[in-house]
């Protein structure tokens, strides 16, 4: 059977209604000498856009020279510690401290530091 009722198109402009906006805005401030107001926007945009990168990138370089690593002094194992700060070595429990990138021993004064030789 053949259907009587013509048929009818449509063009739904659906989710096309900002961006023609914002194009018709962007034209009409450029034809009016206004595109550095455009320009301005796009770099405040672009600018908000990569910052929680720059922000990642600053906080690692910062960390980067704030950890230290370097070998401890008795058992030479290999480890990762705060610059300045005091803690225990991972693999034979000595105390120890950072300064300038490199593992101290924390040793009471009077001790006197002595290497056992074996024939």
């Not at 990642?56 to 194992?77: D, E, K, N, Q, S």
């Not at 705060?82 to 009077?110: I, M, W």
């Amino acid at each position: 059977m053949r259907s009587t009722t013509p048929k009818t198109y449509s063009f739904a402009l659906a989710g096309w209604g900002f961006w023609l906006t914002t194009g018709v805005v962007v034209l009409l401030l450029t034809v009016l000498g206004w595109g550095w107001l455009v320009a301005a926007l796009v770099g405040l945009l672009v600018f908000l856009l990569s910052l929680p990168i720059l922000l990642l990138l600053a906080f690692r370089w910062w960390m980067g020279r704030l950890i230290a690593t370097a070998a401890c002094p008795v058992c030479h194992f290999e480890s990762q510690a705060v610059e300045g700060s005091r803690f225990f070595c991972p693999n034979c429990h000595e105390p120890l401290f950072v300064a300038d990138a490199t593992f101290y021993r924390q040793t009471p004064k009077g001790t006197i530091e002595v290497e056992l030789i074996e024939d």
